[in-house]
């Protein structure tokens, strides 16, 4: 069982930068198909960022340009900086991994963009 803590969220106004942060309870590198994803009220959880083990990005296109997925082997942790923030990246975010065929999710973080 892997349990995966995300933090780094909070209020920022349009055009802000905030990085959230992934901390698994197991060695990331035994981590696979690592990513982040966001959910609004009453809509599905979206994917917006995944990271490959060999270090490859995808992005979707609402954020391709303004975020960045990346992993920080040493310090186990799974990064998502985020620039260029618009009000509608206002959403709980959520850090995903696979380990031995199983999804695990975070508990999820608060992002708001309001002036």
């Known amino acids: 069982q892997v349990q995966l803590v995300e933090s780094g969220g909070g209020l920022v106004q349009p055009g802000g930068s905030l990085r959230l942060s992934c901390t698994p309870s197991?060695?990331?590198?035994?981590?696979?198909?690592m990513g982040w994803y966001r959910q609004t009220p009453g809509n599905q959880r979206e994917w917006i960022a995944s990271i490959v083990s060999g270090g490859a990005t995808n992005y979707a296109d609402s954020v391709k340009g303004r975020f960045t997925i990346s992993r920080d082997n040493a310090n186990n942790r799974l990064y998502l900086q985020m620039n260029s923030l618009e009000p509608e990246d206002t959403a709980v975010y959520y850090c995903k991994g696979s380990y031995r065929g199983l999804n695990y999710w975070g508990q999820g973080t608060q992002v708001t963009v309001s002036s």
């Open positions: 197991k060695d990331i590198a035994v981590i696979r198909g």
